[in-house]
């Protein structure tokens, strides 16, 4: 009865927090009584205050990471072993609230009020609009190995089992009778990069401007509809059954594999774009709750060997030379791969291709 009556004591603070605070953690995927940590061997003193920790240790911290839905299967392996390894190194027990969901949703939920220590996101453009929000600190960059970018991957043209529209490459996608299935890229980050898959198969191939644009609009001709969502493109691919190809990114076809859940040709085009994922700390929320040393920490060792181990088992290329050469044999070879980079980064594409007016609307104004 005392366990009881602490508990509700200690739980009435979190009762009486805004609506709009829990709103935004159960929106982000965050479950309330998974915050709350669980101390082994801790001793009630006092009933109306929160269990000590009996240890010398320093006192416990909590971390939250923000990241887009496809890499919950990674962390769940990477995150107990930086816990075990910061606890044999640091004596300090860390506890991990956890929240996966859409890279764009997870992004404005970190904007809009959702305290993340750190953010895992599907594009670097997120990242740029947590930093606008005045979040994130300039050069986010510079401060994490490799530029922040912590895994990567390509553009996959998944077809029906047996490829019977003998898809081989970007040029058979406009072929007449091919339906092409992909988000909108007005609203999803894996479509943007499906866009820029298509856009450099042809500019990072010898062609021009004019010419990727008349290409790119005949692919967007040959594709019925626009989820808004790779996971709901996805879904129109495999649950509804329409399309011939489906553009998606190479990890999640690897790991729909290794789950049972796919058994559909895939062809990795030999140009390419390197979808870079990138990681960043977020200054504001760590230098307000104490965290920053840890954060970090946490961070520098998503790119060890250790952790880029468990990514590339899920299906990312390993931006760590030691473990992309252990899993090359993993992944098809790309002949020729580019990135965002080619395209003068993120800001440049925004403006070029998917603000208002550009090239994105005036080819769906031609799909019309």
Known sequence: ????????SWSQPWQKSSTRARTLFIAAGLSVGAVIPVYAGATLQNPTSKPELISQNQKPLELTLVSYAVTKEAYSKIIPLFVKKWKQERKQDITFRESYGGSGSQTRAVIDGLEADVVALA????????????LIGPNWEKEAPNNGIVTKSVVALVTRKGNPKQVRDWNDLVKPGVSVIT??????????????????????NGGDDAKALDYVSKVYKNTPVLPKDAREASDTFYKRNQGDVLLNYENEEILAKQKGEADNSVVIPQVNISIDAPVAVVD??????????????????LFTPEAQREFAKVGFRSVNSTVANETQKQFPKVGKLYTVSNFGGWDAVQKKFFADGTVFDKIQGGRR
């Not at 988000?183 to 450099?200: D, E, H, I, Q």
């Open 123 to 134: 594009l670097g453009q997120d990242v740029n609009q947590i930093q606008k929000a005045g």
């Open 284 to 301: 504001k929320v760590v230098d307000k709750r104490g965290t920053r040393q840890v954060a970090e920490a946490f961070v520098k060792f």
């Open 183 to 204: 988000a909108n890229p007005k609203t999803s980050g894996g479509a943007r990069w499906n866009f820029l898959g298509l856009w450099g198969a042809v500019t990072q």
């Open 1 to 8: 009865m005392d366990l009881i009556k602490t508990w509700k």
